[in-house]
């Protein structure tokens, strides 16, 4: 089970999260870890690297660089 979201020049926006078996579109990156480190990753605490990341790294980059407010 995980989390999805969709990010875009308009912003951001969640998605139901997909159980295990269940269609899922492709995603462009994901990224694995518990809750508290996928936490500290988006407050820039540890690096992204330090989980296992999958995909384009890019995009991780720009999740943590986006400003939500501009």
Avoid: N
């Avoid at 269609?23 to 990753?41: F, K, M, N, P």
């Amino acid at each position: 089970m995980g989390w999805r979201s969709r990010c875009c020049h308009r912003g951001h926006a969640s998605l139901p999260s997909c159980g295990s078996g269940e269609d899922q579109d492709t995603a462009d990156a994901s990224i694995q870890g518990t809750a508290g480190e996928l936490v500290l990753v988006l407050y820039g605490r540890i690096p992204v690297d330090s989980l296992k990341v999958e995909g384009d790294r890019c995009v991780f980059d720009l999740l943590l660089a986006w400003d939500p407010d501009a």
